[in-house]
């Protein structure tokens, strides 16, 4: 671990930023409320950061320069968007981003419930309902389980930079 010791000193960090502008937007805009519902809605941030950070390190250990870097690192986030055999499908369920999404949702609507303002009649909807037809969550695994798949990310993609620091010494 000597070659990634900023991992010790960014991590604090990275909660810090996630922490403060996290309860900034989390109370001025109403979300539910519950310590645990804050605690998840600033742990995405912080474990997307710290992948993306992984990501680019990855990068910077292949590429030999700064520029190089950055189209590198555009191209990896554009091929979402590409043909949907070779990168939708296989990708969908490796890339940071559904976890991210499907947690966050679960996490806002999971135990609401909503009145219906259009008709007036009384009748409600619950966010069990608005996720599965709606916002078409997969509802199989809790909120957790997400933020959990999202840490291992952030320890896969550790893990890949030390490797790939240790082959580029080689």
Not at 36 to 61: K, N, Q, R
Not at 78 to 87: A, F, N, R
């Amino acid at each position: 671990m000597q070659e990634n010791p900023n991992i010790l000193s960014s991590t604090p960090y990275l909660g810090i930023i996630s922490i403060i502008p996290g309860a900034i937007a989390y109370y001025l805009t109403g979300l539910q409320r519950g310590v645990d519902h804050f605690i998840y809605f600033a742990a995405v941030p912080w474990a997307c950061t710290m992948l993306v950070e992984g990501l680019m390190m990855i990068v910077a250990a292949l590429v030999p320069d700064y520029l190089l870097g950055i189209i590198t690192d555009s191209g990896i986030r554009s091929q979402v968007t590409s043909p949907k055999l070779i990168w939708k499908y296989p990708i969908y369920y490796i890339y940071y981003h559904k976890y991210a999404t499907l947690g966050l949702y679960n996490n806002e609507f999971l135990g609401l419930v909503f009145e219906d303002q259009r008709l007036g009649r009384g009748l409600t909807v619950s966010g069990d309902y608005i996720l599965k037809t709606k916002l078409q969550v997969e509802m199989g695994y809790s909120k957790w389980v997400d933020l959990a798949i999202l840490l291992a990310m952030v320890f896969i993609y550790r893990v890949l930079f030390l490797v790939t620091i240790k082959i580029g010494k080689v």
